[in-house]
């Protein structure tokens, strides 16, 4: 297992931006593909947008155009910038690791912690 360590979360007014890192433990980073989830309170946790080891991206609809997810390998970071965000976007955010095994059999991967976004006036 991999082990993720996310920051960046915090207090933002509406319109506004943050950006989230998860930084990884261990040297089979790059071949990872790598996950941004949220959870908010009384919800499921959802996806909101994968970057698998070659850097393609697919994302939810509901963060389309708003989100980028990207990579830097050298660092064992991915990172999720969030623009414009909105009331609705509050959660925890949580990063996702898969070994290219785990996506083969759809396993379950290795979780950060959570970092807590708050989008308030």
């Known amino acids: 297992q991999v082990q993720l360590v996310e920051s960046g979360g915090g207090l933002v007014q509406p319109g506004g931006s943050l950006r989230l890192s998860c930084v990884a433990s261990?040297?089979?980073?790059?071949?990872?593909?790598m996950g941004w989830y949220r959870q908010a309170p009384g919800k499921q946790r959802e996806l909101i947008a994968v970057?698998?080891?070659?850097?393609?991206?697919n994302y939810a609809d509901f963060v389309k155009g708003r989100f980028t997810v990207s990579r830097d390998n050298a660092k064992l970071t991915v990172y999720l910038q969030m623009d414009s965000l909105t009331i609705e976007d509050t959660a925890i955010y949580y990063c996702?690791?898969?070994?290219?095994?785990?996506?083969?059999?759809?396993?379950?991967?290795?979780w950060g912690q959570g970092t807590q976004v708050t989008v308030s006036s």
């Open positions: 970057i698998d080891r070659k850097g393609s991206t």
């Open positions: 996702n690791a898969k070994s290219p095994l785990e996506v083969v059999t759809s396993g379950p991967g290795s």
């Open positions: 261990g040297s089979l980073f790059s071949a990872y593909t």
